[in-house]
């Protein structure tokens, strides 16, 4: 099973919106509303920022939204800021009790 | 509030196996998935496996069928990733990751440990 797509890097100035693919498949990503992100910054543990598709944990993430369309899942991080340079991982879940990942999109803040 | 709190940095010789815990505290532990997920230096996120913490039942991600094994013990609210046959391309960060959602659901992985260093080196 291959990792869902993600593009390797994206870039943004602070203010600016930026957006995050994640493509997979019929069996995974467009099969269920189970898409999930995460960000990471360096030496840190991963931490939800999106599940569900498009729900988020708490307001203190309500920069963010996620967004989904056929097999793609998208995260957009509006109002950029320097403390979202990080690197960011969308998960779907993929069937019979199984989860992938993405392969990770460093965000980077000029 | 929830914590997970794994064992410390480990060095093995390839071909050997690695046991790592993981400590939960502050929910009823019997109520949430516990998953293992992994991440190579320089690496992106790799689902391992997870576990019921109330039957016991485990899954695994394909790519490691018959070399890893999850196991709990509910008396000391501990899981517990076993993975044997280890070889260079197994050096990563294990971090064991309690679901969002109770059981038997699993969605996402919202509560993270510190992670444990593994590293197979001859």
């Known amino acids: 099973q291959s990792a869902l797509t993600q593009p390797a890097s994206v870039s943004g100035f602070p203010g600016q919106s930026v957006s995050i693919t994640c493509t997979g498949t019929s069996n995974d990503v467009g099969g269920y509303n189970l898409v999930s992100w995460y960000r990471q910054h360096p030496g840190q543990a991963p931490r939800l920022i999106i599940f569900?598709?498009?729900k988020r944990p708490s307001e203190f993430f309500n920069r963010f939204s996620g967004s989904k369309s056929g097999n793609t899942a998208f995260l957009t991080i509006f109002g950029l800021q320097a403390e979202d340079e990080a690197d960011y991982y969308c998960s779907s879940y993929a069937g019979s009790d199984t989860f992938i990942f993405g392969g990770g999109t460093k965000v980077s803040v000029l | 509030q929830v914590q997970l709190v794994q064992s410390g940095a480990d060095v093995k010789k390839p071909g050997a196996s690695v046991t790592v815990s993981c400590k939960a505290s502050?929910?009823?532990?019997?109520?949430?998935?516990l998953h293992w997920v992994r991440q190579a230096p320089v690496q992106g996120l790799e689902w391992m496996g997870s576990?019921?913490?109330?039957?016991?039942?485990?899954t695994y991600a394909q790519k490691f069928q018959g070399r890893v094994t999850i196991t709990r013990d509910t008396s000391t609210s501990t899981v517990y990733m076993e993975l044997s046959g280890l070889r260079s391309e197994d050096t990563a960060l294990y971090y064991c990751?309690?679901?969002?959602?109770?059981?038997?659901?699993?969605?996402?992985?919202?509560?993270w440990g510190q992670g444990s260093q593994v590293t197979v080196s001859s």
């Open positions: 576990i019921s913490p109330s039957g016991g039942a485990a």
């Open positions: 502050g929910y009823t532990f019997t109520t949430y998935f």
């Open positions: 569900e598709d498009t």
């Open positions: 990751v309690r679901d969002g959602v109770a059981a038997p659901a699993r969605r996402y992985f919202e509560h």
